[in-house]
């Protein structure tokens, strides 16, 4: 090292000398510019530490501490903007789990206030189709909604026209025409209204606790059924979760007896939601994922075909007598409206919430109907749950939550509890080192020397 500084500071004595003749300028430069480019020394001080023996040497040592301490440096100048996008990331994180709490509340509060004021209008009022089609037919209101909220908040506005252009292509790319119309609307409408009918009819039969619970069914009905015509991903715990959903269905329908009104409405629910599940895959095939836009159109155009060709079936069933009421003013207007709008409600936050948050979010707001509904029957109707309907609500719900496990949800586990070890490792290593300096502190001050085990 005393050799190496000796030459370090004859080196300064050269660089700073000024020579009196040109050809001692030139051997100067010569001498510091040398560059071996066999040996890969690129500076004279590289030169320096490989004829010396420097430990650690390797070429191009000195040139990388150079580049180390200018990105050090670099990045020292610069912490606030690390700090900035932190905080922003933060930021965003905390707004979307604020508003994911708020689309819960609302999800669950619009799907228990629709489930509840359907019971309160069968007291007088038992006409489940026609109550099915009013509904549906305020899904015209969907887009207009949609469009409204774009003219409030985009930053580049469009005009109603080529928004609907843009959102038609849902359909293709000629997007939407009287064959498409057909073609793919009746399908889905006639799924719509269909699962809505029957979830009404089994709101006749059994409580709305009972109906929501079966309802949570269909997300097991999905997963089967994806799997089984859209080929996807196989998941264990999944399988689990619809086994779980169908020993649900079974318990739920034994509760009662096999027998009676319990069992009608336990299998009208299950094909309530059996429907609704072959709606989802079927849009997945066909039409695939859909933004908001897109959704909000296409569901505006189930409105106008279930206003158009199925109208002619309340009429039917009013001249049939199974659907009959004296007149238009004995209507229990408001309740329908507040049906209908509430499903409207519920249809535009399952959609918004996708946008706002996590979709988690959404499918957690949809189970914790179940026990929103619970808490209004046993307050207000005063119904008494029987032990085995409470654990048929259970392991539907259980199953439901299990649906809900991302595909890599066993990597994350693995990598949670990996990341669990290494910091009891560090922690366990930060205590030994601690209580080793302890003892040596302490047996200093005694006077003696003692090496700890650990």
Not at 48 to 58: D, K, N, P, V
Not at 232 to 247: E, Q, S
Not at 289 to 300: K, R
């Amino acid at each position: 090292m005393r050799r190496l500084s000796d030459i370090s500071l004859h080196l300064n004595q050269l660089k700073y000398l000024s020579p009196s003749s040109s050809e001692d300028q030139q051997c100067s430069r010569s001498f510091m510019d040398v560059k071996a480019a066999s040996n890969g020394v690129s500076t004279i001080e590289d030169r320096i530490l490989r004829i010396t023996g420097y430990y650690g040497y390797y070429p191009g040592y000195s040139s990388h501490q150079r580049e180390d301490a200018s990105e050090n440096r670099t990045e020292n100048l610069n912490p606030d903007n690390n700090v900035k996008t932190r905080c922003q990331s933060c930021t965003s994180a905390f707004f979307k789990i604020f508003w994911g709490f708020l689309v819960i509340l609302s999800v669950s509060s619009s799907w228990v206030g629709t489930t509840q004021i359907v019971k309160v209008t069968y007291k007088n009022f038992h006409c489940p189709f026609f109550m099915t089609w009013f509904s549906t037919n305020w899904n015209i209101m969907f887009f207009p909604v949609y469009y409204s909220g774009h003219l409030a908040s985009a930053p580049e506005k469009q005009t109603l026209i080529k928004k609907m252009r843009e959102c038609s292509r849902i359909f293709g790319e000629e997007g939407l025409t009287l064959r498409l119309f057909l073609k793919r609307t009746a399908p889905f409408s006639i799924l719509w209204t269909l699962t809505n009918y029957l979830y009404l009819l089994a709101l006749k039969k059994l409580t709305a606790t009972d109906v929501s619970a079966l309802f949570c069914c269909n997300k097991a009905f999905v997963f089967l059924l994806s799997w089984i015509v859209l080929k996807d991903r196989f998941m264990g715990v999944r399988i689990v979760a619809a086994i779980m959903a169908i020993t649900g269905i079974v318990m739920m329908a034994y509760a009662d007896g096999f027998h009676g009104d319990s069992i009608i409405g336990v299998a009208l629910a299950v094909g309530s939601a059996s429907t609704s599940a072959l709606y989802k895959v079927l849009f997945k095939m066909f039409l695939g994922s859909a933004n908001f836009g897109e959704a909000a159109y296409f569901i505006s155009t189930l409105g106008f075909f279930n206003l158009i060709f199925i109208s002619s079936a309340p009429v039917i069933l009013y001249f049939t007598k199974v659907e009959y009421w004296s007149s238009f003013s004995a209507l229990p207007w408001g309740y329908l409206c507040g049906i209908a709008g509430l499903w409207l409600a519920f249809n535009i936050l399952v959609n918004v919430g996708v946008v706002l948050t996590y979709p988690l979010l959404i499918s957690i707001g949809t189970v914790l109907s179940v026990p929103g509904n619970a808490a209004v029957d046993l307050v207000k109707h005063e119904v008494i749950f029987s032990m085995v309907r409470l654990t048929a609500t259970s392991i539907i719900c259980i199953g439901f939550l299990l649906m809900l496990l991302p595909e890599e949800w066993d990597e994350i586990t693995l990598r949670f509890i990996n990341r669990l070890k290494e910091k009891k490792n560090e922690e366990q290593a930060e205590d030994t080192t601690e209580s080793s300096v302890h003892t040596r502190s302490r047996s200093r001050a005694n006077g003696t020397v003692s090496i700890p085990l650990a």
